[in-house]
């Protein structure tokens, strides 16, 4: 080394000394005396070389000599080039030879290229016309040699040895024979042939023109190949050594720059690199470039950090290794850790670890199966040996592997044939995550400690990790700390909400927490744990929290201690990102909570209680949600005072949740991460943020996309069928918050081609009311303004725009009351335009216009007609929609003199503007596509419809200089898959869908995307993915185009394309018309998409294959339906037999003597179990028969030669009735058998089916199968084949014929007419009738087939009814009378039971306690008389008699069963137990059992049943008591004997028997025996059962919704010009418009289905007109007489009460001392309802109304028509005061006119100066006045009796309340008071004693009311302003 010789012994050079060395290395060089190679950057070549003593050359130059050498060094991008002559291309062998020396694992070492020489023509992509791609190369790959040679589509690669970059010299040759593809290639003297495909169907001389091209060689790079680095020497080409033309970044020689540059320290290796040198400091204790440091890097890895180290980085770079070097210097105190991890899997698995457990270092190394563990040392966590330091060494040499822990060597022997290490990219130092479950994992801990020299092979890892390598990086931490430190404070991170520690085992009554936590959360539970009683009841729980910032203790007690809560806060904030200490003490039943210095205390828990033994750290599982889980950081946790370890502690998973370890790298990603959106709480996570989107209408990572579809018809394309509300966001990711709204699903639609769509419609209500009236006399001209529901004029706009089409009806119902649209009448939307049409859009016109009926201004209420009529229709113009205001005008602003009404139909809008059909487009095949524009902004959503179940539907391809991609994928009926491909990082989502994709129904496909994640949607599927890297760049994430439908053909994947069609297609914002991007030359892609099976072509239940512009049918039954839409089915051609002995068809066919052999199909249904279905023979006697031989078999036989073979397929019903399609099958003409084929069973008959030649009488007698049918056989007769079909003549066969149908027989390609054949055969009818279609057997009765005409037969034994329908109960209503006796002969079994059974249905309500006899089953022949009976007592229960053999047992079942409900009475005998057993309507069993201690004696010969009691035969006699039993009076029914229990064929039913008229068997002893009803399911085979079936609730979709309360009042109302008051008034009308509240200003609707009284009367005559008029004038007259006659009388009776009252005032007592001061009516206390009652009625009475004003209308009389209450009830409304008057000797109210008249008179009076009130005396000076009641003074009630004539003075009316205007008594009784002592109820509406009534209206205004105006008709007069409480009283004279 030349840094030895200048400096021998120096162990760090200095700066002149480095200087000093490159100065003598350059005079070294030149004197030398060689050439020097000079290169240059600048130039595709460098310069060559040039002797010394020659003249400078130009260094660019190409052409200069080549370097006088055979060997060069490679640098990187360097390569040498050499052009053979073009006539080698036409030689038939090429050879190629060099030698090669490198480090590096991959580079090309030549390549064999050609070029078009340039005359040629150019081919784009191609290097001529035939020729694609050509190239023979030879490159080092993972260290082996690859030969590869490539021809157009052919390609041959082939890999030779391993490890050939071992830095030596290796000689490789490669020689391929061109004309038979041979090729030989050696390498360091191996040989290796091969054979090149391509040669085996082409010739390389056809394509290799060395008239067109020029050949050419590279060395060191070409070919997209790897580059080679290192050097190369003699190069040959075609066995002449190569003189390259060209070179670049090439030096001559083979360079070693560690002989001419080297500067590592003196003491370690120098590595030639040969661009650069590299030193191994390996046992140096130096490190740096040069080992020139000599303090070695440091690290301290603190449990939660690791270190990782890259050994490359492509995957392609993996390679075997067989000499590896890793070695480190360790220190600790902890007994256990990883140390290094290092594996590999396939193709070789391989692992190196090595950890320290349990103070020994273990280390496993692993070569595919072969392992080798050591373990070393002793105690090496002891830092006192070797000051702590330990070093561990592992060598691997291919022979050895050599394990050394500080100086001791442990050396294993390796398999000479596995000694290769292959390792994944990444090695790990100190611990790591996710480790493999690993032979040698003996721990999982991550190492705590120090690190220093740690060694891959020559590179120093620390080194490099603090000098920011990037292929050296430290895991779990931010930054390494470097120096040796004792580790402490090892914070524990929860990085998301829902981690959490849980601790158990800590119970007690004290408890004692310590920690340390840091976070920014500003709501996170910290700590939990539950309360128990002494006796171990739950009492509530105890919780930490950080709440609003601030610490939170929290208690909550359970449900059954109170469910309280007790809290308290710390005026702390601890959500600072700061470490903050905590420490919890609970004890004795009060928790304390310290914060640094603060605490605050909690007390009063309850009763003595004790920690559960659980504490939860960080969340509460299913108490909480997660968005409160704790997220931050923990340190020193201590519990009980016991510090817990947390790196032990992450080894728990019972106690881990999601903690994990990492130095708490605590960032506030609310501050700086990404805002939520639309109102979302921004949560920060561990890695970033999470947004809690549950308040908001959005879901996502930053709540950014919308949870509801903006349409109606978004939902119905998303699936959602159902109508009803639904939530729309119509403004999508836009700020408007989502409305309801009310959706109709599947509104039909047609596009401009006609062809139907399905789609989803918006409809949106108002709140207009129908038929409103908006002309009328009484009304002037008006506006109304229209509220829709929850959706305001932005929202309905948007809508509007959004779908495809909107509708509004608009009806205006007129009498004589021109509309003039455009002039009188405006309608506005909410757009602002301005609508002057309905049902056209045609301003000024009507609907009626379209078909000409319109007059000529436009509508038919323009015709001003004396009738009703209507204009009405639809609008459907978008931009004039909704109608949002109506403008009423008049003619010449006046009011309207007809009369009409207006109805306005909500909004309808369905569809969507951009989904629209006729802008689909149909992808006929697989190979068809559309290319589009790259998606580069907004969302992606597009429909599609199929029937495959497969399909690529759209994928977008990546750039060259974008690599972003993404697909779109249907992986099956119910998967699609969307694929992405973002920073080079791939993701999926994979969506199941609940309902099939490929019913070739419309799906819709959306995709959504923000910067942080994507949403994916299928149809009603939905998921979210994040994106793994966030794409940061300003350009799109996608630039590549679009393919939609498939891929073109040189991209074709596996996944076909897409056949069928797409529509709706939008991306970036706009909506892309696909019917544009057809093109009719290419008519793969069709505008359009037609449906064929759209309108069922297939019939018969064929399934229609969409073609989608053609179809096929896939017949349901491929056997009996024929035609190209299955239209032709053979099985409607049915005959049926009805079984007699003429019962059959006979074909007789001449002309096919084929049929024998030809496929036979026919269908059959029969009920008999043995019937010949089918016999064909020839003249020959060879034969087919087919036949029914058993309910499950059915059988064919045929002759093979001389001999019947034959096959049964055994099934299940054979001849259940119902149709069974039968096939057989001559396999191969029958070569190969025969296949009998039964619906969808069959069996092969494995013999052939051989012929006989020659006739024969007697064909068959060989063989163990005979005859069974024996046809007419007539040796004479010409060649035939006849058939036999449902039978055969008796004569011939003893096979019953068939008693049912066949249909659709069809023998080879000829389709025999059945029917046609019935015609002329008795026996057989034309048509297959069922008669049991219909189902007439009721009650589970079987219906038989009686084939031909609908008739059947029903058997009912299985049933509890009779009759020929099962339609009768087999019941009987007994009175205690009358017994039904049922004989019969019992045989078999049933002569000695063992095991019977009997049950039956009663219903009684009978009383008392004789016992009655329900049955009697006894034998009249057996001299034993044995006999069972069940009888009952109505107060006691059921009961069970049996005599078996002389010998009695008896059973009782207790019950009140007399209670007029059917019960079921069971009664069981096995052997030696019966039972007894009682259930009701209830189903709930009553069962008594008991063992007969008799077990052997069975029942004789039972052969009578009594129902209902005994008859009067000496046969009973041996039934003891008989006398005391009395018959049965109720119902019985269902009554069943089975004398051998389970065995129908002896089952006994008596009553049935007798419902079916079967007298010969019964008899009726006494009175008749009628049918009756028991309500009760019974099932025959056992004991009655219930079945209960859980109803099912179709899906309300997603939403769920019910629309919620709407009420805003009526439409608005604005008078532009209100109508003239009816009275003559000096006040002028308002010339302003009057906005009236909407309250008060609903416009009375006008009927105009029936007009009104003064529209009628201009349908009267005159002289109906004149008769009125009279009748008004002469009423009119009366009232005014009786008007003056009441004036004049109440005139005299004012005059004589002055006069009275004078007289009393003069002698009336004093008032009462101390009387408050006077107060206004205002502050009076509310009146009872009684006294309200009892008040005058002055509106009642129109003098005192005109003078008083009105008093309030009562609500429970109702408003008069026209009148509106004068008193407003509006808040900016002025308010009244109502005077009130008293009756003083009543003490209460005035109750008539002259009470008021005279108090009104006693009020002048007393303003009159004359009273004797002194001069300047004021009323608050004087004592109370003589109507007056003083303050303590007591009113009677009005039900409280007088005394004396007159009212108690002590009795009370308004308690404690001064009342003013109290007069004395007038001596007039109350006219206007309900003669009822019944008081009214209270009324809603306010008093007129109200306090807020203050101050009485204008009198003008009572006159206005008097003459018919209504509040808002009424000028505007004024008014008495409010007056105080303390204001003096105000008299009205």
Known sequence: ?????????????????????????????????????????????????????????????????????????????????????????????????????????????????????????????????????????????????????????????????????????????????????????????????????????????????????????????????????????????????????????????????????????????????????????????????????????????????????????????????????????????????????????????????????????????????????????????????????????????????????DGTSHKHSLDPQNFHLSFDPQIYFGGGDNFVTTQGLQVTQNFVGCLKSVYVNEISVLHRLVGGDPLTKLKGGTMPQQGCRKVKDIPMTFPKSGTMLLFDGYGGQDLTVELEFRTVRQDAVLLYFNLLSPGNVDTGNLEVWVRNGQPFLHYVASLSNGSHTRNTTMAVVVNNNRWHALRLEFKAGTAKVRIGSRSVVLEGVGEPVYVSGAIIVGF???????????????????????????????????????????????????????????????????????????????????????????????????????????????????????????????????????????????????????????????????????????????????????????????????????????????????????????????????????????????????????????????????????????????????????????????????????????????????????????????DLRFSFRTHQPTALLLHQSPQYNNSNMFSIEMLSARSMRFFFVINDVEFVSDIQTDEPLNTGEWKQIRVERSQQDIRCSVSRQQQIVAIPEVWTSDEPIFSGLLYLGGLPGEMFEETPGLVGCV?????????????????????????????????????????????????????????????????????????????????????????DLGMLESTIIVSYRTSNPRALLLYMYDHLNNFVQLEVTGRRQLRLSYNHFDVIKEGVLVVDGVADGTWKQVVIQFLQGGNRGVKLILDDQQTIVPFRTLKLSQYSDQPFNTGEIRETVFPLRDAESSPFVRMFVGGSSSQRTSIPTLNGCMRGLKIGDRVISLQGLARYTPGVEGACHSGCVNKPCHNGGFCWEKWGLSEYQCDCTNTAYAGKQCDIEASGTFDGQSVVEYMFSPNGQARRTYTERISLVFQTNATGSEPMVLIVVISSSHTDHDFVTLWMKPDEGVHVTTSQGQIHHGLSLAGNFADGQPHTLVYEHSNSEMSLKVHGTSNVDVVAKE????????????????????????????????????????????????PVAGEKMYLQQPLKSLRDNINSSIVIHGNKVGPCSSPIAIDLQHDATTTTTNPTTANSGIQNLIMPPWNPGPAETIFLNPPKPKTSSTTPAPTTPVTVSTTMATTPLANLTRPRPVLESRFMNDETIVILMCVIVFIFLITIIITLILWEVQEKERLSLQTKGRLRDETASEPTSGSSPLVSPAASAPVSPDLKDHLARLDEFSMVSATLGPSMRRHENGL???????????????????????????????????????????????????????????????????????????????????????????????????????????????????????????????????????????????????????GSEAPNCASTPRKNSTDSPVVIT
């Not at 990404?674 to 996502?700: F, K, M, R, V």
């Not at 009806?809 to 335009?833: H, K, M, N, W």
Request: proline share 6%.
């Open 1 to 405: 080394m030349v840094w030895d010789r200048v400096c021998p012994g120096a162990l760090e050079p200095r700066v002149w000394q480095r200087g000093l060395v490159l100065l003598l290395t350059a005079l070294h060089t030149m004197a030398q005396g060689s050439t020097t190679l000079k290169t240059t950057e600048t130039g595709n070549s460098t310069s060559s070389l040039s002797s010394s003593s020659s003249s400078t050359t130009s260094p660019s130059t190409t052409t200069s000599p080549q370097p006088p050498t055979d060997t060069w060094t490679i640098l990187t991008e360097g390569y040498l080039l050499f052009h053979p002559p073009s006539s080698t291309l036409q030689d038939s062998e090429l050879e190629l030879e060099l030698t090669f020396k490198t480090k590096h694992p991959h580079g090309v070492l030549f390549c064999h290229l050609v070029s078009p020489k340039l005359s040629q023509e150019i081919y784009f992509g191609r290097i001529t016309e035939e020729l694609e791609v050509y190239q023979f190369c030879a490159e080092l790959f993972q260290g082996s040699l690859r030969i590869t040679h490539k021809l157009n589509q052919y390609s041959d690669v082939f890999t030779i040895g391993k490890e050939y970059h071992d830095d030596e010299w290796h000689e490789v040759k490669a020689s391929l024979d061109t004309t038979s593809g041979q090729l030989q290639v050696t390498i360091d003297d191996e040989v290796h042939n091969k054979r090149v495909r391509a040669f085996t169907w082409i010739r390389l001389s056809d394509f290799l023109d060395s008239d067109r091209l020029s050949p050419l060689i590279r060395y060191g790079s070409g070919a997209s190949l790897d580059q080679f680095v290192g050097c190369l020497r003699h190069p040959i080409f075609g066995g002449q050594e190569v003189t390259p033309d060209e070179n670049y970044r090439v030096k001559p020689g083979c360079v070693d720059l560690c002989v001419t540059e080297n500067f590592c320290v003196k003491g370690t290796r120098c590595i030639n690199q040969y661009t650069d040198m590299l030193c191994d400091c390996f046992g140096s204790d130096n490190e740096g470039k040069y080992c020139n440091i000599t303090q070695p890097t440091v690290v301290t890895l603190r449990g939660y950090e690791w270190i990782t180290y890259q050994l490359y980085q492509r995957p392609k770079d993996k390679m075997l290794m067989d000499n590896t070097r890793i070695s480190l210097q360790f220190k600790s105190d902890r007994g256990s850790g990883v140390l290094i991890y290092a594996v590999g899997g396939a193709p070789y698995n391989s692992h190196l670890i090595a950890s320290v457990h349990e103070g020994t270092v273990t280390v496993s190394m692993a070569f595919g199966n072969d392992v080798i563990q050591e373990r070393m040392g002793i105690g090496v966590d002891d830092e006192r040996k070797l000051k702590g330091w330990h070093n561990l060494t592992i060598v691997h040499s291919p022979v050895e592997v050599d394990f050394q822990l």
């Open 620 to 938: 509460v599982p299913k108490v909480y949600t997660e968005n409160i889980g704790f997220v931050g950081c923990i340190r020193n946790l201590k519990l009980q005072n016991e510090t817990i370890d947390p790196i032990k502690l992450m080894d728990n998973r019972d106690v881990v949740d999601g903690v994990f370890l990492d130095g708490c790298d605590l960032v506030d990603h609310c501050r700086y991460g990404p805002p939520c959106q639309h109102g979302g709480q921004c949560l920060a996570d561990w890695d970033g943020i999470s947004c809690n989107c549950e308040a908001t209408s959005y879901t996502g990572k930053t709540c950014h996309f919308p949870r509801y579809k903006q349409t109606c018809d978004e939902y119905y394309q998303a699936g959602y069928t159902q109508s009803g509300a639904y939530l729309l966001d119509v403004d999508g990711e836009g700020p408007m918050e989502p409305r309801h709204a009310q959706c109709k699903m599947e509104h039909t639609t047609l596009d401009p081609q006609g062809a139907l769509d399905l789609t989803g419609a918006t409809v949106v209500e108002h709140n207009l009311d129908p038929e409103t009236t908006v002309r009328d006399p009484g009304l002037g001209e008006l506006k109304k303004v229209l509220t829709y529901r929850e959706m305001n004029h932005e929202v309905l706009l948007k809508l509007s725009r959004l779908s495809a089409e909107c509708q509004q009806y608009v009806e205006y119902s007129c009498y004589r009351a021109p509309i003039r649209l455009g002039d009188l009448t405006f309608f506005r939307a909410a757009s602002g335009q301005s609508v002057e049409s309905i049902g056209t859009d045609i301003p000024g016109h009507c609907a009626c216009s379209l078909g000409n009926q319109c007059p000529a201004n436009g509508c038919m209420c323009d015709r001003a007609k004396a009738s009703i009529v209507v204009d009405k229709g639809d609008n459907y113009v978008k931009a004039k929609l909704p109608i949002t205001e109506l403008t009423i005008l008049n003619k010449r602003a006046g009011s309207s003199k007809g009369t009409a009404n207006i109805t306005l139909g909500p909004l309808r809008c369905w569809g969507s503007n951009d989904n629209k059909l006729d802008h689909a487009v149909t992808f006929t095949t697989q190979m068809a596509h559309i290319v589009l524009p790259a998606w580069t902004s907004s």
């Open 1063 to 1151: 529509r709706g297609m939008v991306y970036n914002g706009i909506h892309h018309d696909l019917t544009i991007d057809t093109d009719p030359s290419y008519p793969e892609v069709k505008p359009g998409c037609t449906a064929s099976c759209w309108a069922e072509p297939c019939q018969n239940g064929a399934t229609c294959v969409e073609g989608w512009g053609t179809y096929q049918c896939r017949c349901a039954n491929s056997w009996a339906h024929m035609g190209h839409s299955c239209e032709i089915n053979i099985n409607e051609d049915a005959i049926s037999f009805n079984g007699s002995i003429t019962s059959y068809l006979e074909i007789d066919d001449s002309d």
């Open 1491 to 1538: 063992t007969v201690p008799v077990s052997d004696n069975p029942l004789q010969v039972l052969d009578t049943i009594l129902v209902g009691g005994f008859t009067q035969t000496s046969v009973y006699n041996n039934f003891s008591y008989r006398h005391i039993y009395h018959n049965f009076t109720g119902c019985l029914s269902v009554v069943r004997f089975e």
């Open 1760 to 1910: 008069r028509s026209g009148l509106e209450p004068l008193i407003s009830h509006e808040p900016d409304q002025p308010e009244y005061t109502m005077q009130t008057f008293f009756n003083k000797k009543k003490n209460r109210p005035a109750s008539s006119i002259s009470e008021v008249l005279e108090e009104m008179e006693r009020q002048r009076r007393s303003r009159d100066p004359d009273t004797g009130r002194s001069v300047g005396a004021s009323p608050q000076e004087e004592g109370p006045q003589d109507w007056e009641v003083a303050e303590d003074q007591p009113v009677k009630q009005f039900d409280e009796p007088e005394t004396n004539g007159r009212d108690t003075e002590s009795d009370h009316l308004l308690t404690d309340v001064p009342i003013l205007h109290h007069t004395a008594d007038s001596g007039y009784e109350a006219e206007s008071r309900p003669q009822t002592n019944t008081p009214s109820p209270p009324s809603p509406q306010k008093s007129y004693l109200d306090e807020s009534i203050t101050s009485p209206p204008s009198p003008k205004s009572y006159l206005y009311e008097l003459a018919g105006f209504t």
